[in-house]
C-alpha cells in the first residue's frame, strides 16, 4: 500500500482495511512482515501529523480571537497612525508630524480643505533622517481663522540632488470602530479605515 492511498483514509477505514487483508491473505503467500510494520508505520505518521495540523488549527483560532478582542479594546482610545487626514476644530492647533527615511535637502507641506484647495503651505529646510512635525495653528496663508473641518496635509521631501524622497505623514484620532476585510484587522480613525499594524502610539482619551 502506498502513503498517497493512506492520505485518503480515516483511522477506522485504514484498521478496517488491514483487518480484512489479514483475513483473505494468501496462506502460501502471507503478507510480508516488512511490508505490513511500513503500512501501520505510514499510518502512524499520517495520523499524528493530522494531530499537529488539528492542534495548530486551533492555536491559530485563538490568536485570532485574542487579536480581535485586543483590536476591540482600542475603540474609545486615541492613537497614532499612519495617514494624513486632520480633524481640525476652529481657534485650535494642528501637529502635523511626518517621518523621512534620509536625509533631506528641502521639505515642503501642503494643507488642503475638503474640497482638496491648498489653504497653508510650509517650506522648510534641510532635515535629517527621522521623524519631524510643524505646528499649524489653523489659519489659512492670508492670515484668515479656518472653521471646524476635515482637512489634509501632504509632504513633499527632497534629496541632497534634489530628487524625491518618501516621506510618510501620520494622523493622531480616535478609534470609533474595528472593520475586518479578509481577517485582517482595520481601525475606523478620523472616518477612515486604517491597518492596525500601523499604530505608532496609544494613548488614554481625555474625557
Known amino acids: 500500500m502506498e502513503a498517497q492511498a493512506v492520505n485518503g483514509l480515516q483511522q477506522a477505514d485504514f484498521i478496517k482495511l488491514i483487518t480484512t487483508e489479514l483475513q483473505f491473505q494468501d496462506p502460501l503467500n502471507p503478507v510480508d512482515s516488512t511490508e505490513f510494520i511500513s503500512q501501520l508505520t505510514q499510518f502512524a505518521a499520517l495520523d499524528e501529523t493530522r494531530s499537529i495540523n488539528t492542534l495548530m488549527g486551533g492555536v491559530a483560532a485563538s490568536l485570532t480571537s485574542v487579536n480581535n478582542l485586543s483590536m476591540a479594546g482600542l475603540i474609545g482610545k486615541d492613537v497614532q497612525v499612519e495617514g494624513s487626514v486632520?480633524?481640525?476644530?476652529?481657534?485650535?492647533?494642528?501637529?502635523?508630524?511626518?517621518?523621512?527615511?534620509?536625509?533631506?535637502?528641502?521639505?515642503?507641506?501642503?494643507?488642503?480643505?475638503?474640497?482638496?484647495?491648498?489653504?497653508?503651505?510650509?517650506?522648510?529646510?534641510?532635515?535629517?533622517?527621522?521623524?519631524?512635525?510643524?505646528?499649524?495653528?489653523?489659519?489659512?496663508?492670508?492670515?484668515?481663522?479656518?472653521?471646524?473641518?476635515?482637512?489634509?496635509?501632504?509632504?513633499?521631501?527632497?534629496?541632497?540632488?534634489?530628487?524625491?524622497?518618501?516621506?510618510?505623514?501620520?494622523?493622531?484620532?480616535?478609534?470609533?470602530?474595528?472593520?475586518?476585510?479578509?481577517?485582517?484587522?482595520?481601525l475606523v480613525v478620523n472616518g477612515a479605515d486604517v491597518a492596525a499594524a500601523t499604530i505608532s502610539e496609544v494613548r488614554s482619551s481625555a474625557q
Open 86 to 186: 486632520i480633524p481640525h476644530v476652529e481657534g485650535g492647533s494642528e501637529t502635523l508630524k511626518y517621518q523621512v527615511g534620509v536625509d533631506t535637502s528641502s521639505i515642503h507641506i501642503q494643507v488642503t480643505n475638503s474640497a482638496g484647495d491648498v489653504v497653508r503651505t510650509f517650506g522648510l529646510g534641510p532635515q535629517k533622517a527621522g521623524v519631524h512635525s510643524v505646528v499649524w495653528d489653523g489659519f489659512d496663508k492670508n492670515g484668515n481663522l479656518l472653521p471646524s473641518g476635515v482637512y489634509d496635509f501632504s509632504v513633499e521631501a527632497k534629496g541632497a540632488t534634489n530628487s524625491p524622497v518618501k516621506a510618510t505623514e501620520y494622523t493622531f484620532g480616535r478609534v470609533t470602530g474595528v472593520n475586518y476585510k479578509n481577517g485582517v484587522p482595520y
